[in-house]
């Protein structure tokens, strides 16, 4: 078979010597001089290489001989440098990685011309590779459902004379804004440095309009403290915007996409050429198990659910990086392992498998800030899930949150949880949700007092079912009941097609309504609750009038959107000594709905009218909202609450292992967790 | 979890002998339910008929739909099918609704293709509540229902209405991926307990190349993807094991094995693997 490789990258080199060694006939075609560079060393993290090993054993050995390798992570930031042991990672001059592939690929007899242009329509041969990188010429040819978007900050890669035996992170606060500094070493010599701000900063910092020797000469002066005497070096070292390149299908006809023109993963997780190689093997031992149609199908397959997992983690980590900027408060150590987590393919559980050190301080540090002691040396404490919380005036036993319904409380209570919360519950009849939905009666105390011998805390979610209401209480929801009650809502919009429509409140309304949460508040202190939360979340009542997609008012509750909500959280706030919680929707994920900074607004002002703690939630304003669901499609939303609006949170989100929790809480993206235990036979067996 | 076998009722040009003589023979074997697929514009059975059919010759497997596209008919004309069949095999039946996805079914019935979610919810919604009092019959217990879908917006509506979730097929890491989402979904919309999770697959063991040939032409809508899922037709009773274990281990409840050939000896097969 002939085989035309289109690109002279480390995907396209590696291709050709797999594909040369089981005997086919291979040429590869690169637009540029065979030592071309575009950056400086590459970084493999967190892997082990054993494919490259199977695959090709001599440019394996090649390249770890040349590998500079590493196991820490430093991190720089506000004036200390904190480091965490265990990790692994090894770099490679780009340039070394190229000529041993060059070579080996020459002397299986593969041939390889540079400094040629491709034109689409010359390339022939049984199967063609289009390896021609994150701007693929040969892909505009057919219809891979591609797309390119730009991901994350500003940067711009250097090469700096200062080794570092460390991946390092520089976080360095200016008068324009944040800029954060990847490194690493590559050889004896040279390490990569990578500055990267956000675009507004970047701006501001005068970047934009800077030629490549002065934008050089800024950044040396802005890490002078880190580089000392060493100097940063230009390759074409120019400002980037990183390429997010997906594609839909990987290949057409006997064109396939390999490496960068497949797939790119933000440089921030460094798996861009390990990705790439990765590639080269899978189609490679896919073209030795059958004909070229059905090996492209299985690459693909094989392919495409790993390369989307690494993606997801390249986009959460580029995002991290894009609002670091709001975690500069965090303390040292919780800053690090919020940053040690960004991806979501590290968790607390595998950074105690890979440090240790790291992870007993973090835990101790954790308790001890959580009970207001001194951090001793030494000391150790159990994982951040099981620290107390002292918020609004009372003091959970740990951090794991339970909503049940109410037969549940108790055993949820027993079952460890710090506070356990009710389901919806009513202010009134003509709030609930459906005929069976609790009222907010006389009749909670002794459950209250049941709890409370457990020594866990009990919250009860005080709600107006607003449009939402007089459904039918089984075979699904938001069903409208056959003889309902009257509706109430911000507007006169209902909540699906076949919903009742709502009245739009009148004057009269939101004071009876307000009376009746007042109402219920004392009945809810009567009763011994520790905590209340305001429904404000789901399209319920109180956050119809949130919305722009529900509140359509004239009048000043249309204009002021917060006026009523914050009405009633100052009428309950007056009648409600204890712990106060607001359910509040951070997002609509609805076209033309409430944007994440219009909730984080919203979460500001409820803060500021005495609300201890928000519980983020997202979506159901309108019944076609959007939501992705994933483990945790919550937790990004939280950490965004918390650390720009500067309000504690819980967050639920299906997390159901004690690992998510103890990492989403270490980390500082909530204060508390909503656990979802998933049920086990093991649980019988144990019992 | 238990394992089910898709009547052929998509295989262009079956028989009505060999689709009766199929329900029959899986009533008799270890199947839980008789699927069947859902397709306007091809050589097929209409669902609903094909399950009538052997609605008369069976008496304890249950019978499914997985999926029919729901809004290529009317609310009230798809409670009708649903309710009859459920009526005819005295309460054996399952309704399993998505979108489908293709648009020349939507222009051979003459629905808009644009509107097609927005449509199923409103059909779902008439299924749980407006039917009740339309005066369209048989009165029949709830029928369980399912809705597929691998949207945000699919999974909302499988969660506001749906008892579980019908899985568009792929390997079991696919279906553990959407599995843990329509559970996110199922405690979002603050449903008691789980949702119902159905996957699927596709056998052929005589002719496996025909069978593959077949769901590529089934699929060729798709593009590129449809020898992706011709690449996942399970062609052994070892691989159809393996599948089985892999989708029991990622807590589906309801495995359909759609064939991919009309063949009896083929159904006789699957009946030995699963058994």
């Known amino acids: 078979?002939?085989?035309?490789?289109?690109?002279?990258?480390?995907?396209?080199?590696?291709?050709?010597?797999?594909?040369?060694?089981?005997?086919?006939?291979?040429?590869?075609?690169?637009?540029?001089?065979?030592?071309?560079?575009?950056?400086?060393?590459?970084?493999?993290?967190?892997?082990?290489?054993?494919?490259?090993?199977?695959?090709?054993?001599?440019?394996?050995?090649?390249?770890?001989?040349?590998?500079?390798?590493?196991?820490s992570i430093d991190i720089h930031y506000r004036g200390r440098v904190l480091r965490s042991s265990g990790h692994t990672f090894s770099a490679i001059r780009r340039t070394h990685l190229l000529a041993i592939l060059q070579r080996r690929a020459r002397a299986l007899g593969a041939s390889l011309t540079f400094h040629q242009e491709v034109t689409p329509s010359d390339v022939d041969g049984d199967l063609v590779v289009a390896a021609d990188g994150a701007n693929s010429v040969l892909r505009r040819q057919f219809d891979f459902g591609s797309s390119s978007v730009p991901q994350g900050c500003k940067y711009v890669w250097f090469g700096t004379d200062l080794v570092l035996d460390a991946f390092?992170?520089?976080?360095?606060?200016?008068?324009?804004?944040?800029?954060?500094?990847?490194?690493?070493?590559?050889?004896e010599h040279t390490s990569t440095w990578i500055v990267e701000t956000t675009e507004p900063t970047w701006r501001r910092a005068g970047l934009d309009t800077m030629s490549e020797e002065d934008s050089m000469a800024f950044c040396q002066s802005l890490f002078a403290?880190?580089?000392?005497?060493?100097?940063?070096?230009?390759?074409?070292?120019?400002?980037?915007?990183?390429?997010?390149?997906?594609?839909?299908?990987w290949h057409h006809g006997n064109v396939v996409l390999i490496g960068d023109a497949a797939h790119t993963a933000h440089f921030s997780i460094g798996s861009g050429t390990k990705l790439a190689m990765e590639d080269a093997i899978a189609l490679a031992n896919a073209l030795e198990r059958g004909s070229v149609e059905s090996a492209l199908v299985d690459y693909e397959l094989e392919r495409q659910p790993v390369v989307e997992r690494f993606q997801q983690a390249a986009g959460d980590s580029a995002a991290y990086f894009g609002r670091v900027a709001s975690y500069v408060d965090l303390a040292p150590i919780q800053f690090a392992a919020n940053l040690l987590t960004r991806s979501g393919r590290i968790s607390h559980a595998n950074l105690m498998q890979r440090d240790p050190?790291?992870?007993?301080?973090?835990?101790?540090?954790?308790?001890?800030?959580?009970?207001g002691t001194p951090l001793l040396p030494g000391a150790v404490a159990p994982p951040p899930?099981?620290?107390?919380?002292?918020?609004?005036?009372?003091?959970?036993?740990?951090?794991?949150?339970?909503?049940?319904?109410?037969?549940?409380?108790?055993?949820?209570?027993?079952?460890?949880?710090?506070?356990?919360?009710?389901?919806?519950?009513?202010?009134?009849?003509?709030?609930?949700?459906?005929?069976?939905?609790?009222?907010?009666?006389?009749?909670?105390a002794p459950v209250v007092k049941e709890v409370h011998d457990t020594g866990a805390l009990v919250g009860v979610r005080l709600g107006h079912a607003g449009r939402r209401g007089a459904t039918r209480p089984a075979g699904g929801v938001d069903v409208p009941l056959r003889d309902g009650w009257p509706l109430l809502s911000a507007s006169a919009l209902p909540y699906t097609p076949f919903s009742v429509v709502p009245a739009e409140m009148s004057d009269t309304d939101m004071a009876r309504v307000r009376d009746d949460f007042v109402a219920a508040a004392g009945r809810a202190r009567g009763a011994g609750f520790d905590a209340l939360e305001l429904d404000l979340a789901?399209?319920?009542?109180?956050?119809?009038?949130?919305?722009?997609?529900?509140?359509?008012?004239?009048?000043?509750?249309?204009?002021?959107?917060?006026?009523?909500?914050?009405?009633?959280?100052?009428?309950?706030?007056?009648?409600w000594p204890g712990l106060l919680v607001a359910r509040l929707t951070a997002a609509d994920w609805a076209r033309g709905g409430l944007s994440v900074e219009q909730g984080i607004a919203h979460a500001r002002a409820l803060a500021s009218r005495g609300v201890d703690l928000i519980h983020v939630r997202a979506g159901h304003t309108t019944a076609t909202s959007r939501p992705e669901y994933r483990r945790g499609y919550l937790?990004?939303?939280?950490?965004?609450?918390?650390?720009?609006?500067?309000?504690?949170?819980?967050?639920?989100?299906?997390?159901?292992?004690?690992?998510?929790?103890?990492?989403?809480?270490?980390?500082?993206r909530a204060d508390l967790c909503l656990f979802d235990p998933l049920p086990t036979p093991l649980e019988e067996v144990g019992a | 979890m238990k394992v089910g076998v898709g009547l052929p009722n998509t295989l262009p040009g079956v028989s009505g002998e060999v689709l009766v003589e199929w329900a029959r023979r899986a009533d008799a074997g270890p199947f839980g339910t008789l699927g069947v697929l859902d397709r306007l514009v091809y050589d097929s059975i209409e669902p609903f008929a094909a399950l009538s059919a052997a609605a008369a010759v069976t008496s304890r497997v249950r019978l499914a739909t997985n999926i029919a596209i729901g809004p290529l008919r009317s609310p009230a004309m798809l409670a009708k099918h649903a309710l009859s069949v459920d009526a005819l095999s005295d309460g054996r039946f399952t309704l399993g609704v998505g979108v489908g996805a293709r648009r020349d079914d939507y222009e051979a019935a003459g629905v808009a293709h644009g509107r097609r979610g927005a449509v199923l919810s409103e059909q779902l919604a008439y299924l749980r509540g407006t039917l009740d009092d339309s005066g369209v019959g048989p009165a029949r217990p709830p029928i369980e229902l399912l809705v597929g879908g691998s949207s945000g917006a699919a999974l909302t509506r499988m969660a506001r209405y749906g008892d579980g979730y019908a899985h568009g097929g792929g390997p079991p890491r696919a279906f553990a991926s959407a599995a843990t989402k329509a559970r996110a979904a199922w405690r979002d919309l603050e449903r008691p307990g789980e949702p119902r999770l159905w996957g699927q697959g596709y056998f052929?063991?005589?002719?496996?190349?025909?069978?593959?040939?077949?769901?590529?032409?089934?699929?060729?809508?798709?593009?590129?993807?449809a020898e992706k899922i011709a690449a996942g037709n399970l062609t052994s009773a070892r691989a159809v094991r393996d599948f089985v274990r892999g989708y029991e281990a990622e807590g589906c409840d309801e495995l359909i094995l759609y064939p991919t050939v009309a063949s009896l000896d083929d159904l006789d097969r699957l009946a030995e693997a699963v058994s």
């Open chain 2, 204 to 225: 052929a063991f005589g002719d496996p190349d025909r069978g593959s040939a077949y769901l590529v032409d089934y699929y060729a809508f798709t593009g590129p993807f």
């Open chain 1, 538 to 575: 789901d399209g319920y009542l109180l956050a119809s009038f949130l919305s722009p997609l529900t509140n359509r008012r004239t009048d000043e509750y249309g204009t002021e959107p917060l006026r009523f909500p914050l009405s009633v959280v100052d009428a309950v706030r007056s009648a």
């Open chain 1, 168 to 187: 390092t992170f520089v976080f360095k606060e200016t008068e324009h804004g944040l800029f954060q500094v990847h490194a690493y070493p590559f050889d």
């Open chain 1, 225 to 249: 403290a880190e580089l000392g005497d060493h100097r940063l070096m230009s390759n074409k070292s120019i400002w980037l915007d990183f390429p997010l390149v997906r594609n839909e299908h």
């Open chain 1, 635 to 668: 937790t990004t939303l939280s950490d965004r609450v918390r650390n720009e609006a500067g309000v504690p949170t819980l967050v639920g989100g299906y997390l159901t292992t004690p690992d998510e929790v103890n990492t989403v809480i270490a980390a500082g």
């Open chain 1, 357 to 371: 050190k790291f992870v007993r301080v973090l835990d101790s540090w954790f308790a001890a800030s959580a009970t």
């Open chain 1, 1 to 71: 078979m002939h085989v035309s490789v289109v690109g002279g990258g480390p995907s396209g080199l590696y291709l050709a010597i797999l594909l040369r060694k089981t005997g086919h006939e291979v040429s590869v075609v690169e637009r540029n001089a065979p030592d071309a560079t575009f950056g400086w060393g590459v970084v493999f993290s967190e892997e082990t290489l054993g494919a490259l090993r199977d695959a090709d054993y001599p440019t394996y050995l090649e390249i770890t001989d040349s590998f500079a390798r590493w196991t």
């Open chain 1, 385 to 444: 899930m099981f620290a107390p919380l002292r918020v609004g005036g009372t003091t959970l036993r740990n951090r794991v949150v339970r909503s049940v319904s109410t037969p549940d409380l108790v055993d949820a209570a027993r079952a460890g949880a710090g506070l356990v919360l009710t389901g919806f519950v009513a202010v009134a009849q003509d709030g609930r949700t459906t005929p069976d939905c609790p009222v907010l009666d006389d009749s909670w």
